[in-house]
């Protein structure tokens, strides 16, 4: 079993864009409906950018986290290649988070773990 992503978007190859440098992962070439994101270590998922016709309207039932070690420079980071920040930082149980948006308004977090928890 391969465990693969999909997030249904409106212009996949835009979001791409995003995804790519925020994962750390590389995009193929455009495969309509479609624009895969890899890890070039061959580690993480897959993740498939969509295109859907119709837009985002509620929250996302699942989302993805990015555990990061140095919580400002990760916001500056990925802010600076469009995403927003929905709501944070803050301290969940000693989990500090940043509730984000991508540019299409898909939501993720980025979360420092506490102090000696594995990543």
């Not at 070439?29 to 895969?36: K, N």
């Not at 699942?62 to 929905?86: I, K, S």
Request: proline share 13%; with cysteine.
């Amino acid at each position: 079993m391969r465990l693969v992503f999909v997030l249904d978007c409106a212009d996949p190859e835009r979001l791409a864009e995003f995804w790519a440098p925020a994962l750390g992962y590389r995009a193929a070439p455009p495969s309509p409906p479609y624009v895969s994101l890899d890890d070039p270590r061959g580690e993480g998922p897959q993740w498939l950018l969509q295109r859907v016709p119709e837009p985002k309207t509620v929250k996302n039932r699942m989302h993805p986290d990015l555990r990061v070690a140095d919580m400002d420079a990760e916001l500056a980071r990925v802010t600076g290649l469009g995403a927003t920040v929905v709501r944070g930082p803050f301290s969940d149980d000693g989990w500090l988070t940043t509730v984000m948006a991508d540019p299409e308004g898909n939501e993720f977090c980025l979360i420092v773990p506490p102090e000696g928890t594995a990543p």
